[in-house]
């Protein structure tokens, strides 16, 4: 652990420069990167283009396409006096494969916090399940999202999952409505097939099939749709720790800066930015802190924090993270008088927070990062306890 005045004393210092797991303080690296390469008022866009008899739904990451925005781009491409289609092609060309991080657990794919990371994505490739008693309602609804019900009476709880190509419905009944968020098996082809559907609710009708490319230069666009700037996204992403949005930011990055939005490439353009850093013996290799690759000391957040503090977009920066009583600081800190604003982190075994303390009059804020890793049994169960009364200490 690290804690040290923006004026440059540190307060408090143990084995910072140890490489430990930072889990979700991972979304630290990829907010500042974001903010640095894109800018706080860079904005997705998803496109539709028209070729021939066909056309092409052109997906450049977007993280927040919903179907409403299938919609209204469905809504420009009537407007543009189309009433048939032969083909519907989507083009994901920005982002190479695979579409899961490297080092993240074959388990992690079955739930929401797993949803793969593809150039074109509808409502972050998860569908909602809605349970009642036995009635099952899913949306939005495709042939992509076929599931198995497995209903015990006997059974203590319910579970919805994805298990292949499958989302599984099993356990106990719910006396009350459930919904319960499931990623997607085919996510790209489930996008495709939900812009058919609201095709055909304007009345164009699609003869053909549902084809990919790889072409990211399709011509004129007939029909765009944006996302919120970058400086909102990145708010969007840390205060409830958005593992799917944090991948979609850093592949982005890696596009901008590299020419391929791969993991590869994230790797590459990250780790340079830590030994640029004098970050220590680092190691990034997603965007979300998911993978167990990844590795990180203290010291190497707080410089990061420390370099953020000077760049123009810093209050965009620290205000996107989360402060007590909101999102994944709900109900910690609680009691602490001094404003903090600090991304949490965990996977099995680890335990981060890292962020900033400010502090009134002519005291300097100080920057902090907490990282254990390494933890079993009661350590692990305590170890956001014991976070927090650190954290309570450098508030004082």
Not at 87 to 105: H, K, T, Y
Not at 250 to 275: I, K, P, Q
Not at 364 to 380: I, M, W
Request: glycine fraction near 8%.
């Amino acid at each position: 652990m690290l804690a040290r005045e923006l004026a440059g004393d540190e307060l408090v210092t143990y084995n910072p420069d140890v490489p430990l797991p930072p889990a979700s303080n991972t979304k630290l690296l990829t907010a500042a990167l974001a903010l640095y390469h894109l800018g706080p008022d860079y904005r997705f866009e998803t496109r539709v283009f028209s070729n021939g008899n066909s056309l092409v739904l052109a997906g450049r990451g977007n993280p927040s396409l919903s179907p409403t925005q299938l919609s209204v781009l469905a809504e420009r491409v009537r407007n543009a006096d189309i009433d048939a289609v032969t083909n519907l092609v989507a083009d994901v060309g920005c982002f190479s494969e695979p579409s899961r991080g490297p080092g993240w657990m074959w388990e992690d794919g079955k739930y929401s916090y797993g949803a793969e990371s593809t150039a074109l994505a509808l409502s972050e490739n998860t569908v909602s399940v809605t349970v009642s008693g036995t009635d099952i309602e899913i949306t939005p609804k495709t042939n992509t999202t076929e599931f198995v019900t497995d209903f015990d009476p006997t059974a203590d709880e319910l579970h919805v999952f994805r298990d292949g190509d499958e989302i599984r419905i099993e356990g106990k009944a719910p006396d009350e409505l459930r919904t319960e968020t499931v990623p997607v098996p085919d996510p790209v082809c489930h996008c495709l097939l939900a812009f058919r559907d609201a095709l055909e609710e304007t009345g164009i009708a699609h003869t053909g099939g549902l084809l990919m490319s790889r072409n990211t230069d399709s011509g004129a666009a007939i029909a765009t749709v944006k996302s919120p700037p970058v400086s909102e996204l990145v708010r969007e992403m840390n205060v409830p720790s958005n593992n799917f949005l944090a991948e979609q930011l850093a592949r982005t990055v890696a596009r901008e800066v590299r020419g391929d939005g791969s993991w590869d490439e994230w790797e590459t353009v990250v780790n340079e930015f830590l030994d640029s850093r004098n970050a220590g013996g680092a190691r990034i290799r997603d965007g979300s802190g998911l993978s167990r690759y990844n590795l990180l000391p203290a010291r190497g957040i707080v410089r990061v924090l420390e370099w953020v503090e000077e760049q123009s977009w810093s209050e965009t920066f620290f205000a996107s993270l989360p402060k007590p009583g909101e999102g994944t600081l709900e109900e910690r800190l609680l009691d602490v008088v001094p404003e903090i604003r600090a991304k949490t982190g965990t996977l099995t075994g680890s335990r981060t927070l890292s962020g900033i303390v400010r502090r009134d009059g002519e005291e300097s804020d100080v920057v902090f990062s907490v990282l254990l890793g390494g933890l079993t049994g009661e350590d692990e169960e305590n170890a956001r306890e014991t976070i927090d009364d650190f954290v309570r200490e450098l508030a004082d």
